[in-house]
């Protein structure tokens, strides 16, 4: 550890005070950031940067559709570290908390929607960044900052910044899998739709039709206990498919109106998660495979499988392979080196963390193209997990990224 990254160590309070964190991260919880509706949220996140003297910028992945990109250090040359997090939040579920947009501390858990994946992560980049900032230290080497669009679609706007030139060194992804584990293996993720398409006829003539719902029934049940062969004894239980959505109707619109006649269409959004080494091209082939052998059974119906998904489902269409990379890197190292110097925590795995390594992510892309990349950020704890952050967690990966920062690019 050189002396710039110990002077940053232990002013890190001063640099950062809990409750600017705090607020940082109640900021971006208070801007609804669903798929595909994200420019907003990068709007505040550019201007926060701004606000603290650090270069940024929005960068239009689609027309009308931004994420943001900062620099710290020189506009020349790789930079030697990269910060990368998603602006894009899940859908809110029926039990989430009252007042999902406002954070709300209590003790150590924090609440509001998008924290846990991964507004938390976000609030961990840009407070490291700021301290990094205050700390007056000169970077030799540039600190890129990417707060991307469309990860859960596979990782859209990670992949145009790359595309558009956009790359280091190396780079650590906030995900929400505890600051006590380092990860560098994770699964593929295959995000597809399953269309069965029949004849509809009124209900009293209902055996003149072909009940797109009854075959997409019993195509499902099939699925749900074929044999694909995508295994790895690394990474029980893969493959696993998750039927996460259903549309059925009329026409293809799904029309849901005419409810006196059967269903010529219906529609299964399927995740399916797969472990290395396969490739998107290996999970193709397993289900054409499966579905060449299952036409024969539903000859009056047509079965289809849509890879991408037609945009309209807002559903990825971006391949996101798994990551498989070495638990040994330099990167990972130099995380597990810094966290008990700046918190209470350790680093209690690396590499393969099961079930967390059941996730797919954006170090995917990163990975492929170059780019030394794990895994590193805030969780909660117990079974709301997924409505709340630790603010300890979080604030543990703020001080360690910007450690990181100094230690790599200063």
């Not at 039709?209 to 997409?216: F, H, N, Q, T």
């Not at 499966?290 to 849509?306: K, M, S």
């Not at 492929?368 to 603010?391: N, Q």
Request: net charge negative; hydrophobic share 45%; glycine share 10%.
């Amino acid at each position: 550890m050189n002396d710039a990254t110990a002077r940053v160590i232990s002013a890190r309070a001063d640099l950062m005070p809990d409750d600017e964190l705090i607020a940082l991260a109640a900021a971006l919880t208070a801007v609804p950031s669903f798929t595909g509706e994200e420019t907003a949220l990068a709007e505040v996140v550019r201007d926060i940067l701004r606000r603290n003297d650090i270069p940024a910028w929005l960068d239009e992945v689609t027309p009308g559709r931004h994420q943001t990109i900062g620099l710290l250090g020189p506009e020349t040359g790789t930079p030697a570290l990269l910060f990368n997090g998603h602006l894009d939040m899940d859908p809110l579920g029926r039990n989430h908390p009252a007042d999902p947009f406002v954070a709300r501390l209590d003790g150590d858990q924090l609440y509001g929607a998008g924290l846990h994946n991964m507004k938390s992560g976000l609030a961990a980049i840009l407070g490291a960044a700021i301290m990094v900032r205050r700390s007056g230290l000169p970077l030799r080497r540039g600190l890129l900052l990417e707060f991307v669009v469309g990860e859960l679609q596979g990782g859209v706007g990670t992949r145009h910044a790359l595309a558009a030139g956009l790359a280091a060194e190396a780079a650590v992804v906030p995900e929400p899998y505890s600051v006590r584990r380092v990860i560098t293996r994770t699964a593929g993720v295959h995000k597809f739709a399953l269309v069965a398409r029949g004849r509809t006829a009124h209900t009293s003539r209902h055996h003149e039709g072909v009940d797109a719902i009854a075959v997409l029934r019993a195509v499902l049940d099939r699925l749900d206990t074929a044999d694909l062969g995508l295994r790895n004894p690394d990474f029980p239980p893969l493959p696993r498919l998750q039927i996460a959505s259903l549309l059925a109707g009329r026409g293809e619109g799904h029309d849901v109106a005419g409810v006196s006649y059967c269903a010529d269409k219906a529609t299964a959004l399927i995740d399916l998660r797969y472990p290395p080494p396969f490739e998107p091209a290996d999970v193709t082939a397993a289900l054409d495979a499966f579905l060449t052998g299952l036409r024969p059974a539903f000859p009056d119906a047509d079965l289809a499988l849509e890879h991408p998904v037609d945009p309209a489902h807002r559903v990825g269409g971006t391949d996101m392979p798994p990551m498989d990379v070495p638990p040994d890197s330099p990167l990972v190292h130099d995380i597990a080196a810094l966290l008990p110097r700046v918190s209470d925590f350790t680093v209690s795995e690396t590499g393969l963390a099961l079930p967390y390594s059941f996730c797919g992510n954006d170090t995917t892309h990163l990975t492929r193209a170059g780019i030394e990349s794990c895994l590193f950020g805030p969780r909660g704890d117990g079974p709301d997990t997924e409505h709340h952050v630790l603010f300890s967690e979080m604030r543990a990966c703020a001080d360690t990224l910007a450690a990181l920062a100094v230690q790599r690019c200063g």
